[in-house]
């Protein structure tokens, strides 16, 4: 069959027109970066005209970022694109048919992780789509990060059914997955290396011409669609793993009264030849499209493709323990800010806490599956009052942001019993002890630190309860007594 496809390549000549589906952190960077290729003569992104996501289409025509994060070079590059004439954003699909290569960039959550079930249905709408407009020797490329075997199996299907057509004879087929981070997605597109993996050698042939002249540091690393698809969830996986390892260090600081953050120095000061002693951060939990759902797929992943595993018999998957470790930090930042309150002589129920950052990433907009939201809800649910502030989320336009969210930092704090600071955005870096205090009209406030951003002691000093995230050599402190507050 790939002789037929490779004819059928050879005759459609060069990938001139790529197409790009969903107009998210993925798609728009990607897109741009297409249209940016010189060879490449036209780029069409593609974005449903929906209530919630439409507004996109109108903006990117006009050369702006619906991005609201800080995202070098991409509000600079659409605005090059866009004047050039190289990129259109539309909601025609039909446009498909003009394309040589188009790629999927659309989400793939989980309805419910405990049945390791994921909701494809915006991916299964996308392939519909592409199927309906597909043309023999196009090549189709999913940067979805899919459970494997999703290539070969779920994705070929429909675009076979919806076309008539048959992958690896008709058109071309390959799992690309995105590696990229807010705050640094056209940086990641262009220096990390490409994992491309095709259905079979014409595909991934085909999958590694569009995406070389995007690289600059980076380098393609082809493989089969299935290698490709285990290799996304699984260095996504171990990341998770990693985090909840920090996370349990940090745990065990506290209970044993040490700096976590003395501790992690310390490991990391460990190098020399075959030493690797790669360490992250602890925090207040583990937000995000990707990591809170990775692990899930490559779960599945074994289950879908068959295969016997052998594992120790009735020990839980080391990949869902690490992802649980994660989902409990929030409850651990309520029980540190129960702690602190108690300290006080206040408790959960009565008191307004101060909710510093719903982005789960710092200096983003990004608030995908936040581990800020599960710490706020058991908070209300203990009878607490939270006001939630985020100089970057967009309480307009963000189909994430909470009811209430407010930019006004100094409101939210005002009569705040605890200061929580969930997201290490650079505005609270600078945070005055004495200005907060002040605000609070307590004597002895609480502030409660998940991400290592404020000086403990500076804090403490000022008559705070502190408490923080693998700080055991602090959060069993005295309060200082602090001179009657004058009205």
Request: aromatic content about 6%; hydrophobic content about 40%.
């Amino acid at each position: 069959m790939t002789e037929n496809l490779a004819a059928l390549i050879d005759r459609r000549g060069p990938i001139r027109t790529v197409g790009v589906i969903g107009m998210g952190y993925v798609g728009i960077p990607a897109a741009a970066l297409f249209a940016d290729v010189p060879h490449f003569k036209h780029v069409y992104g593609f974005q449903r005209d929906s209530p919630t996501s439409g507004y996109k289409i109108a903006m990117l025509n006009r050369g702006e970022s619906p991005l609201k994060g800080e995202e070098p070079g991409l509000p600079e590059l659409l605005k090059k694109i866009v004047s050039a004439g190289k990129f259109t954003c539309t909601a025609d699909f039909s446009k498909i048919a003009e394309c040589d290569a188009v790629t999927l960039a659309i989400q793939t959550p989980f309805k419910d992780k405990k049945d390791l079930l994921p909701d494809f249905t915006p991916l299964v709408e996308g392939l519909r789509n592409v199927g309906r407009h597909l043309t023999p020797g196009m090549l189709v490329v999913l940067e979805s990060t899919i459970t494997p075997g999703t290539t070969t199996g779920m994705a070929r299907e429909i675009l076979e059914e919806e076309s008539g057509l048959v992958a690896g004879r008709d058109f071309a087929l390959a799992h690309a997955p995105e590696r990229v981070m807010v705050g640094r997605l056209l940086r990641n597109i262009r220096e990390h290396d490409r994992v491309v993996g095709g259905i079979d050698e014409v595909s991934t042939r085909r999958a590694v011409e569009l995406y070389s002249p995007v690289l600059t540091t980076g380098r393609v690393i082809p493989m089969t669609a299935t290698a490709a698809e285990v290799t996304k969830t699984a260095e996504n996986t171990f990341r998770d793993l990693q985090i909840a390892a920090a996370n349990q260090l940090a745990l065990y600081c506290e209970a044993m009264g040490v700096n976590v953050y003395d501790v992690r120095a310390g490991i990391a000061s460990l190098k020399g030849e075959g030493i690797t002693r790669a360490i992250l951060w602890p925090g207040a939990g583990v937000g995000g499209h990707c990591l809170t759902k990775d692990t899930y797929h490559l779960e599945r992943g074994v289950q879908v493709i068959g295969g016997e595993l052998d594992y120790p018999p009735g020990r839980e998957s080391l990949y869902t323990l690490a992802r649980g470790i994660n989902d409990f930090m929030p409850k651990h930042m309520l029980r540190l800010t129960e702690s602190a309150l108690v300290q006080v002589g206040k408790s959960l129920s009565g008191s307004k806490i101060a909710l510093l950052g719903w982005a789960f990433i710092n200096d983003s907009d990004d608030a995908r599956n936040t581990p800020a939201e599960p710490f706020r809800d058991a908070a209300l649910a203990a009878g607490a009052e939270v006001s939630v502030h985020d100089p970057w989320v967009d309480p307009a336009t963000s189909p994430d942001a909470p009811p209430g969210l407010s930019r006004d930092l100094e409101g939210v704090l005002s009569g705040a019993d605890a200061v929580v600071i969930f997201t290490g955005h650079k505005e609270y870096r600078g945070l005055s002890p004495a200005r907060v205090k002040e605000l609070s009209r307590c004597a002895h406030p609480a502030i409660v630190d998940g991400r290592n951003l404020v000086d403990p002691d500076a804090w403490i000093e000022a008559g705070f309860a502190y408490r923080g995230i693998g700080r055991g050599d602090k959060n069993g402190h005295d309060l200082k007594p602090t001179p009657p507050m004058t009205s």
